[in-house]
């Protein structure tokens, strides 16, 4: 699957949040005035918009993010937090954005116990103007001109990296990847469990189907988390495989053989609906797929190396 690796480039990216340099053993945390405000939309979606000042308004986004259970939605765009505190977007085809901020009482946050800064200035009230998000195949629906909101300065923090003080805990992990192209974009699915010391936590499921049209991203995910049985890979020193049945909404099974050392199968009838979408097989010829253990990933997948060094990373 040729997208693959700027998936995999996107999901490390993602999961680091921006910070700057500083001395070991700490890292800076620059000054920021974010905003966000929540509503609910019909069958039981809660939606949100998040944004920031950006000094680069070519480099801002607001996020538009529509969630009910296992399911959500996210959009987003080109577009930031005014000076006026406004802020003002169009989804393509599915909504518009059209706000300005009214302040009604003020908060203040202390930073945490490891960093040093200025308590966060937290401004509480509303958002006012046109707020629409018509979701594809009508999966939520909203109309409002307003929704309770914030406006936060947060301020620069110098933080130190908090230890353990204590033995470190042995982490383990098994990630089953696979993706390929579907409904004009990136479809893909990950199974996936962590050993932290005698705990297991997972396996947890996700498929993701990543779209762009018009300068805006959508991206539609579903994840469910099961149980040991839902999720079984081979036995060390056995050929590489793995068997996956999630529980609902997830459909059916799939099935990953490595063939060669550059070749696997990715096979079964595993499926889900997804919102705005509609079923969508997870399985089959069209996916290419690898299988992770903690930072060593088969050679059946672009980009699936990077994932195991991200890993390797957290768990260092």
């Keep these: 699957m040729k997208n693959w690796g700027v998936f995999v480039v996107a999901l490390v990216v993602a999961a680091f949040p921006a910070s700057a340099v500083a001395k070991p053993g700490h890292f800076v945390t620059p000054a920021e005035r974010t905003a966000e405000f929540k509503l609910h939309g019909s069958n039981g979606y809660a939606i949100s918009v998040q944004t920031a000042a950006a000094r680069q308004p070519s480099r801002g986004r607001v996020s538009v993010i529509a969630k009910s259970g296992p399911a959500s939605v996210a959009y987003v765009v080109r577009g930031s937090l005014a000076r006026d505190d406004s802020i003002s ?29 200025r308590p966060s200035v937290v401004e509480y009230g509303y958002f006012r103007g046109t707020i629409e998000l018509h979701g594809e195949r009508g999966y939520t629906e909203v109309e409002r001109t307003s929704a309770p ?7 620069r923090r110098v933080c130190s990296d908090a230890g353990t003080g204590g033995k470190a805990t042995h982490v383990t992990a098994k990630f089953l990847l696979a993706g390929g192209g579907g409904n004009g974009g990136v479809l893909n699915f990950t199974a996936g469990s962590f050993d932290v010391g005698s705990t297991t936590v997972g396996p947890v499921f996700t498929a993701t189907a990543i779209r762009i049209r018009e300068g805006m991203a959508v991206s539609t995910s579903v994840q ?11 036995e060390p020193g056995a050929p590489k495989a793995a068997e996956v049945k999630p529980p609902r ?5 799939a099935a990953f053989h490595l063939i060669s050392p550059h070749k696997s199968t990715w096979e079964g009838d595993l499926a889900v609906e997804m919102p705005g979408i509609g079923r969508v097989a997870l399985a089959g010829p069209d996916f290419s797929s690898a299988l992770c253990e903690n930072s060593s990933c088969t ?15 957290i768990i260092s």
């Design 224 to 234: 469910a988390r099961g149980g040991a049985a839902d999720f079984v890979t081979s």
């Design 149 to 155: 909101g914030t406006v936060t300065q947060s301020f």
């Design 249 to 253: 909404p997830f459909e059916g099974s």
């Design 299 to 313: 050679k059946t997948m672009p980009g699936a190396g990077m994932f195991g060094s991200f890993f390797a990373q």
């Design 89 to 117: 977007v169009r989804l393509p085809h599915v909504g518009r954005i059209a706000v300005r901020f009214e302040p009604v009482h003020v908060g203040h946050v202390q930073a945490p116990d490891n960093c040093q800064a």
